[in-house]
């Protein structure tokens, strides 16, 4: 098993609907989760992190986490042809220091 | 602010050669982490470094690859002799160590061609 699980997409949604991301990972200790946007050619770069069960709302996105069930995505209301990118999951393993564990990534494509 | 600055962006180099990949983090984060991405792998960690001491070497693929960290603002990732199969893009990121909250911050990564 993965450590990290994301479906590769591509997800295809309209503009203006609801994308909704998922992440499943394999290690119970994890504490916070984040969530990275990459542009094809581009580094990631960090949307949101969430560390409560429950859901974080940061503007157009909201994560959800739900530690007992070890599953976490991130949801983009009024998806737009500019979110079109692969988000990264990244589950935070703490090893005495804390590392990133990164999904491979879901490919999200907004159509006009 | 500055962010995690990475040198070169772009490496075209012929298989025997070294290579050697440099990285600023951002001023005032003690964490700094090399990665390698490539379509079939995906973002794999290569090292990580706390207060410029390697912590986790795990991810190194072979001892043809080292990295160091001479000072806190500075780490070099070097792949001597290079290979084909090292063709991949080098990702730098620098956090704070403190807690378990703390993000990633990434470079713009180098491409690194291998011939």
């Known amino acids: 098993q993965k450590e990290v699980e994301q479906n590769s997409g591509p997800l295809s949604v309209p503009e203006g609907a609801i994308a909704s991301l998922n992440c499943t990972y394999s290690?119970?200790?994890?504490?916070?989760f984040f969530w990275y946007r990459q542009y094809s050619g581009k580094s990631p770069e960090l949307i949101m992190f969430i560390y409560s069960n429950g859901d974080k709302e940061d503007g157009r996105f909201t994560a959800q986490l739900n530690k007992a069930s070890q599953y976490v995505s991130l949801l983009i209301r009024d998806s737009q042809p500019s979110d079109s990118a692969t988000y990264l999951c990244a589950p935070g393993v703490n090893t005495g220091f804390q590392k990133l564990v990164f999904g491979t990534g879901t490919r999200l494509l907004v159509s006009p | 602010d500055a962010g995690v600055i990475q040198s070169p962006r772009h490496e075209v180099t012929e298989m025997g050669q070294e290579v050697t990949l440099r990285c600023k983090p951002i001023?005032?984060?003690?964490?700094l982490f090399w990665y390698r991405q490539t379509m079939m792998r995906g973002l794999e960690l290569l090292i990580y470094?706390?207060?410029?001491?390697?912590?986790?070497d795990s991810g190194m693929p072979e001892d043809r690859f080292s990295a160091k960290m001479p000072n806190a603002s500075f780490s070099t990732l070097k792949i001597q002799p290079s290979e084909p199969r090292d063709s991949a893009v080098y990702f730098c990121?620098?956090?704070?160590?403190?807690?378990?909250?703390?993000?990633?911050?990434f470079g713009d990564g180098t491409r690194l061609s291998i011939l």
């Open positions: 470094f706390n207060n410029n001491v390697p912590i986790d």
């Open positions: 990121a620098s956090s704070l160590s403190q807690g378990s909250n703390q993000p990633q911050h």
């Open positions: 001023s005032g984060h003690n964490s």
């Open positions: 290690d119970r200790g994890s504490q916070s």
